[in-house]
């Protein structure tokens, strides 16, 4: 199984700062990896896709980078609505695996 | 527009069994592969099971293989999860959700349903 790691458990930010959320894999997944974000009460969302293709619909100012074993999703400017969990996936290997999630919250 | 209602939650003892279902629509449902995803109360994400378009294919998560089984009826554009020998453990939201890519075998999850509760309690 390829275990995911999210760094850090939280971040806190205050709107228009910079947000770096960072993931590895265990073993390399290639470009097959994802974001999703989280809001209470609600289902994920996905983000990115193959590592660095916004979903439709999301903002530009979320971008992910990344290949093989180290991803990151930057969010350029936060905006009081992005403030949620974020998590990160792979989907090279079955099983499926996430990460534990990254909290962004209001500092 | 593209939808995926889940149903069949509910509190059950364990040892019991039930069978969850997802309601898709607005999508051509026969082409895409799958998934359920499970989420306990205050924790992350953890993959259950997928199948492919055709059921040709089907992955189980260590935790729930031999115990779930995921099925689909494509002529009623619906997706199952049938849930036998429930442990405390399996106490969560679960979520249906879809591939992105129809027919390729790597995807990520691009629409989700809200989710059901399911309680295993004495």
Redesign the interface.
Same mark, same amino acid.
């Given at each position: 199984?390829v275990m995911m790691t999210q760094s850090p458990a939280t971040l806190s930010g205050s709107p228009g700062e910079r947000a770096t959320l960072s993931c590895r894999a265990s073993q390399s997944v290639s470009s097959?990896f994802?974001w %999703?974000q $989280?809001k209470p009460g609600?289902? =994920? #969302?996905?983000l990115i896709?193959?590592a660095s293709t916004r979903?439709?619909g999301i903002p530009a100012r979320f971008s992910g980078s990344g290949s093989g074993t180290e991803f990151t999703l930057t969010i350029s400017s936060l905006q009081s609505e992005d403030f949620a969990i974020y %998590?990160c $996936?792979q989907?090279?290997n079955? =099983? #499926?695996?996430?990460?534990?999630?990254t909290k962004v919250e209001i500092k | 527009q593209v939808q995926l209602v889940e149903s069949g939650g509910g509190v059950v003892q364990p040892g019991g069994s039930l069978r969850l279902a997802c309601a898709a629509s607005g999508f051509t449902f026969s082409t895409y592969g799958m998934?359920w995803?499970r989420q306990a109360p205050g924790k992350?994400?953890?993959?259950v099971a997928?199948t492919r378009y055709d059921e040709s294919n089907k992955?189980?998560?260590?935790s729930v293989k031999g115990r779930f089984t995921i099925s689909r009826d494509n002529s009623k554009n619906t997706l199952y999860l049938q849930m036998n020998s429930l442990r405390a453990e399996d106490t969560a939201v679960y979520?249906c959700t879809k591939d992105?890519y129809g027919s390729g075998t790597?995807?990520?999850?691009?629409v989700?349903?809200?989710?059901t509760m399911v309680t295993v309690s004495s």
């Open positions: 199984e097959n994802a %999703y $989280q609600q289902a =994920p #969302r996905l896709y193959y979903a439709t %998590y $996936q989907y090279n079955w =099983p #499926r695996t996430f990460g534990q999630g | 998934h995803v992350g994400l953890e993959w997928f992955y189980y998560a260590d979520f992105y790597y995807s990520a999850f691009d989700w349903g809200q989710g």
